[in-house]
Nanobody, 131 residues
Framework: QVQLTESGGGFVQAGDSLRLSCAGSDSEFRWYAVGWFRQAPGKEREFVASIGYIQWNGRSTTDYADSVKGRFTTTRDNVSNMVYLQMNELEPADTAVYYC????????????????????WGQGTQVTVSS
């Protein structure tokens, strides 16, 4: 069974930074796109960012929601089976539970923004940004 585990959430002040980590449990993890979503209280889960599999040239495609472009960056390390979400210039509106998810198809690229594009989900990590 594929498992994803997020970590790195916390309580920070506006303008601070956090780095979230997503650990994949299986050896196939590298071949799938990974997405980041978040869900604030009373709101639907929304797309934040995605990263495609690492291609032959060592690069992955990435995609971001407009609300986080220029502030958040997602990367992946296939040696350690990890995906990261670096969040800078955090705002109170970024407060939510953050989830990582693995795409449904092998050789997935970034740009998968719908929850149905992802098959396996982590348990989430809370990010709280105080003003």
């Amino acid at each position: 069974q594929v498992q994803l585990t997020e970590s790195g959430g916390g309580f920070v002040q506006a303008g601070d930074s956090l780095r979230l980590s997503c650990a994949g449990s299986d050896s196939e993890f590298r071949w799938y796109a990974v997405g980041w979503f978040r869900q604030a209280p009373g709101k639907e889960r929304e797309f934040v960012a995605s990263i495609g599999y690492i291609q032959w040239n060592g690069r992955s495609t990435t995609d971001y929601a407009d609300s986080v472009k220029g502030r958040f960056t997602t990367t992946r390390d296939n040696v350690s089976n990890m995906v990261y979400l670096q969040m800078n210039e955090l705002e109170p509106a970024d407060t939510a539970v953050y989830y990582c998810a693995r795409g449904s198809r092998r050789y997935g690229e970034a740009g998968l923004t719908d929850r149905t594009d992802y098959r396996f989900w982590g348990q989430g990590t809370q990010v709280t940004v105080s003003s």
